[in-house]
């Protein structure tokens, strides 16, 4: 198979860590001089920039949490003047400060060089053309493949929100090769060429690459048969790139990590202990070429286990499992990311409803499909024309902030509820 | 080819270099920029053999030369082009080239062909050939430092602020010819104050500040990088949002 950086990608191992081993030197000098942050969890912690001599010794130094970020709210985590930054970024559907993230030119062409990777590494070359099907205005990483299709040559279709049928039919009408998309969107594809009496092998499609929510081996099966495609996961953390992390290769053996940018730790989620080779736990990454935004051990809270066997595909790049379980509330409905403290949020600000509530979820080929709120509303907010207005309200509340449409359910006082599914 | 990693010198109380990595693969022009008092100087003697470590490794071509001697270094094909007293002034340009040989114990007739060859790269040397090295000009002591260094046949090549005190259009002359021996086949690992130049002619390059690497990317790419016209140009910023 080929490979995008064969000489990065299948560096010998011991090569690999010395090349890390100096790319950490470098991005602690830079973290420790420029983001005060870093500078006052060294202090804190007793810690001088010289104690981290290898990689060994990262564990020394504490975890970066998605709370530190919205605490260094807008700035505060950059470790370049913003003349050095050419995008600023920030994720949706987040609660409490927001948070956002600069990339320098140098930072993107590497984000961009890792999809490539990802791309080749899946057989994707410049004669495919790439349809994607993500939501160019929720998911920033839809953009992305654009960048790394365009760097191999391969052709774009950015099909972005339009509807199933007319997927189908660019598919049909352009020879898309490529379907790049959430899972459930996959699916929600399969249902509709069914409806339409549409068979896969009046498609073009060879490949497809999936991601932005957690989705079984059982699912990969349904898509691969109903579009007549080899499935393949991708990986990314919105904090850091989403996608580039990570992402499987032909073997389908685990995604493979790009360690010569990001370096891998996993953790007990409980006790912050570094976890050995093969054993479950979160999976914690440092960057260490990232410019504007450099993140040390930043905690993903994405369950999984880490494989440095060789890999039929000739990568020797770690192997991650298939991340389907968080360490946090987090949910992920139709690639969109939910906190439940984003609920609470947004439930704490509408007069008369709260703060009980609970949440169901309807899954769908075992993704999460739908979601439904159940809220406690107070007795007089329950009368007539009230109710249907509050109702509304809660609604499009709720909407706006996840970006998600969500049934909303309420129930008079705080007697326990129990929500049936949707 | 060359391979530093994690070295820590000091000058009597003082440290000089902390836990500095580096690598120079073969074919690149590699730079080090970096102010005054940096540690570059003092990073490339510690390569050379000339400056103890007080910790860490330095591998070229496979093999550890951390505990070597200066000679044996250079026998390796790793040659340092020094900053100051680059050439021994009393002795004739001439003697100088030979000198550069010293190590190779070549015979009579191979080492005027290879002293031919540098006086094709640099003309003038062979004007200057039975003067005493001493009253060259900075340039021609410069060019006459370079080809002393060729006459050990280098592998890598490590150049000390190759520029500095020369008129500007003998340097622009100067880096030239590093990017000229460099596609004849050496290896470079440049130290330079004149950041722009040395970043335009290089492959990559690592920014150093106070004993530390605190940057490193494509040479191309640095020359517009705030921290480095920061570091060299003292544009600083008081905000991180200005812009």
Redesign the interface.
């Known amino acids: 198979m080929a490979l995008f950086s064969p000489e990065t990608e299948t560096m010998n191992r011991c090569e690999l860590l010395?090349?890390q081993?100096?790319?950490l030197?470098?991005l602690i000098?830079?973290a420790y001089?420029n983001v005060r942050f870093y500078r006052n969890q060294f202090d804190a912690a007793g810690l001088n920039?010289?104690d981290i001599?290898?990689l060994d010794d990262l564990k020394k130094i504490p975890f970066t949490t998605r709370e530190d970020l919205m605490d260094n709210y807008p700035?505060g985590m950059?470790a370049?003047?913003?003349?050095?930054v050419v995008r600023l970024q920030f994720p949706l559907g987040h609660y409490g400060n927001p948070i956002v993230i600069g990339y320098t030119?140098?930072d993107l062409?590497i984000w961009r060089e890792l999809v490539a990777r990802i791309m080749v590494g899946v057989g994707i070359t410049e004669h495919d053309i790439i349809q994607v099907a993500f939501n160019y205005g929720l998911f920033m990483g839809a953009f992305r493949f654009n960048q790394g299709a365009e760097l191999i040559g391969a052709a774009v279709v950015p099909a972005s929100i339009a509807p199933a049928d007319v997927q189908i039919r660019i598919m049909r009408d352009f020879r898309s090769t490529v379907l790049v998309s959430t899972p459930s969107f996959a699916l929600h594809i399969i249902e509709t060429m069914r409806t339409q009496g549409i068979d896969p092998k009046e498609l073009s499609l060879k490949i497809g690459l999936f991601g932005a929510e957690p989705w079984p081996e059982s699912a990969r099966g349904i898509i691969e048969e109903g579009l007549g495609i080899k499935a393949y996961d991708i990986y990314g953390v919105t904090e850091l790139i989403e996608p580039g992390i990570s992402g499987e290769c032909t073997e389908k053996a685990g995604l493979h990590i790009f360690e010569d940018h990001f370096f891998p730790e996993i953790i007990d989620p409980v006790t912050g202990q570094p976890l050995i080779e093969g054993e479950e736990g979160e999976l914690v990454l440092t960057s260490l070429t990232t410019?504007a935004y450099p993140l040390l051990r930043y905690r993903t809270h994405d369950r999984t286990a880490l494989c440095t066997k060789p890999c039929a595909c000739g990568r020797t790049l770690v192997r991650m499992n298939r991340t389907f379980k968080r360490t946090d509330q987090m949910i992920s409905v139709r690639g969109i990311n939910v906190f439940p403290e984003m609920i609470a949020e947004v439930l704490s600000g509408i007069e008369g409803i709260g703060p009980e509530y609970s949440l169901a979820i309807n899954q769908h080929a075992g993704m999460n499909d739908k979601l439904k709120i159940c809220v406690e509303a107070s007795p007089e907010s329950m009368h007539g024309e009230n109710e249907a207005a509050l109702h509304e309200k809660v609604q499009s509340a709720l909407r706006k902030a996840l970006g998600l449409r969500v049934q909303v359910e309420m129930k008079k006082g705080s007697s326990l509820f129990l929500v049936d599914m949707v | 080819m060359l391979k530093i990693k994690n070295i820590n010198a000091v000058y009597g109380k003082i440290q000089i270099l902390h836990r500095t990595s580096l690598h120079v693969r073969e074919g690149e022009i590699v730079s080090l920029i970096g102010a005054n008092g940096a540690g570059k100087t003092t990073l490339l003697n510690a390569i050379s053999g000339l400056h103890p470590l007080e910790s860490g490794g330095i591998l070229f071509l496979d093999r550890e030369i951390q505990d070597m001697k200066p000679d044996r270094i250079v026998g390796m094909g790793l040659i340092q082009v020094p900053e100051t007293d680059k050439i021994f002034a009393p002795l004739t340009v001439l003697e100088n080239l030979e000198l550069g040989a010293y190590l190779r114990r070549l015979d009579r007739h191979v080492l005027k062909t290879e002293i031919e060859q540098v006086f094709s790269l640099f003309p003038i040397l062979r004007d200057r050939g039975g003067r005493a090295a001493g009253t060259l000009s900075g340039g021609e002591r410069q060019m006459l430092a370079f080809g002393r260094a060729l006459m050990g046949k280098p592998k890598l090549l490590l150049l000390d602020e190759p520029s500095l005190g020369l008129a500007p259009v003998i340097v622009s002359e100067m880096f030239r010819i590093i990017e000229s021996l460099n596609k004849m086949g050496t290896t470079i690992l440049l130290v330079e104050q004149n950041a722009r130049e040395a970043l335009r002619i290089s492959n990559r390059a690592y920014v150093m500040e106070t004993g530390r690497i605190i940057l490193t990317g494509a040479g191309v790419e640095l020359l517009n990088n705030e921290e480095v016209k920061r570091a060299f140009l003292g544009t600083d910023y008081k905000e991180k949002w200005e812009r």
């Open positions: 010395d090349l081993n100096e790319r030197g470098i000098n830079h001089a920039p010289d001599k290898t700035y950059f370049v003047p913003l003349r050095d030119r140098e062409k410019s």
